[in-house]
C-alpha cells in the first residue's frame, strides 16, 4: 500500500460519508464503493477489503441502531442470516491475506463489475412475497460473506438483493442486513487485524468518520427514496470505477 499525505484524509472522509448514505439507503454497496474508490487511489486489495470491514464495524454498529430505532429490523432474519455469516467472512479474509494482492486485483475488479451488474438485475426483478424461514437465507448469509471479505464488499449486494428478489419485506430486509452485518464485518476485521497488523490500517479512520456522521441519513432515506432509480446508479458507479482498474 503507498503511504497516504494528511491531505488524503478528507477523500477518506468523503467515500465514507457517501458510500454509507448509498448503503443505509440501500442496505448494500457500502463495501464495493469503498473497495473499488481504494483500489483507484492505489491501496492493494487485501488493505483495501481490511480498511473497508474496519471501517464496517463502526458504520453498520451505526446504520443498525438507526434502523432499530426506526424499527426496520426483524430479529427471526438476523438470528438466521448471523452465524453462516461470520463463519464465511472469517475463511474469506484468511484466503484473501494469504494470496498476492498484485496477482488478485484483476480478479477482484472483475468480482466488483459482476456484483454491480448482479445490482443492476435486481433492480428489474419482480417482487413475490416471501416467508421470514425462507430456507435459503443462511445460505445466502455465508455465501454473501465470504465473497464479501474475498472482494472487499458484496455482503449487501448479494444478500439484500437476493432476500428482497425473493420476496422478503424490503424495510426488514435492509434493517436486519445492516444490523447483522455488524457481527460479519466484526469478524472479518479481527481476521484482517491478526493477519496484516493494525499499522495498515490506519487510513481507514478517515473513512470510520464519514461512514458513521453518514449512518443516520441512510436511515431515514430507507423510507423515501425511489429504489430502483437508486439501485440503477449505484451499479454504474461500481461498473465504471472497477472497469478503470483494466485500463
Known amino acids: 500500500m503507498s503511504d497516504f499525505p494528511p491531505s488524503d484524509f478528507l477523500t477518506f472522509v468523503a467515500i465514507g460519508f457517501l458510500a454509507q448514505v448509498v448503503d443505509g439507503a440501500l442496505g448494500m454497496a457500502f463495501g464495493v464503493l469503498t473497495t473499488t474508490s481504494l483500489l483507484t487511489v492505489g491501496v492493494t486489495p487485501s488493505v483495501a477489503s481490511a480498511m473497508t470491514h474496519v471501517t464496517e464495524c463502526f458504520t453498520t454498529a451505526a446504520s443498525g441502531l438507526s434502523h432499530l430505532y426506526h424499527r426496520n429490523v426483524d430479529w427471526r432474519l438476523v438470528v438466521r442470516l448471523a452465524p453462516a455469516g ?15 494482492g498484485k496477482a488478485i486485483e484483476p480478479f477482484v475488479s472483475a468480482y466488483l463489475i459482476a456484483v454491480g451488474l448482479f445490482i443492476l438485475y435486481k433492480a428489474f426483478q419482480p417482487k413475490w412475497p416471501r416467508d421470514v424461514r425462507d430456507w435459503i437465507v443462511p445460505y445466502v448469509g455465508g455465501a454473501g460473506s465470504l465473497l464479501d471479505a474475498m472482494g472487499g464488499g458484496g455482503w449487501g449486494p448479494i444478500v439484500t438483493s437476493s432476500l428482497l428478489g425473493r420476496g422478503h419485506e424490503p424495510k426488514k430486509v435492509i ?9 460479519v464485518t466484526t469478524v472479518i476485521s479481527a481476521a484482517f487485524i491478526v493477519t496484516l497488523g493494525w499499522s495498515e490500517l490506519t487510513p481507514a479512520l478517515g473513512l470510520v468518520l464519514g461512514g458513521v456522521l453518514a449512518a443516520p441519513v441512510g436511515a431515514i432515506l430507507v423510507r423515501r427514496l425511489p429504489v430502483k432509480p437508486l439501485m440503477i446508479a449505484v451499479s454504474a458507479i461500481i461498473i465504471g470505477t472497477a472497469a478503470v482498474r483494466f485500463v
Open 86 to 100: 461470520m463463519a464465511g467472512g472469517a475463511l474469506g479474509a484468511y484466503v484473501l491475506a494469504n494470496i498476492d
Open 175 to 183: 434493517g436486519s442486513t445492516n444490523l447483522t452485518e455488524f457481527a
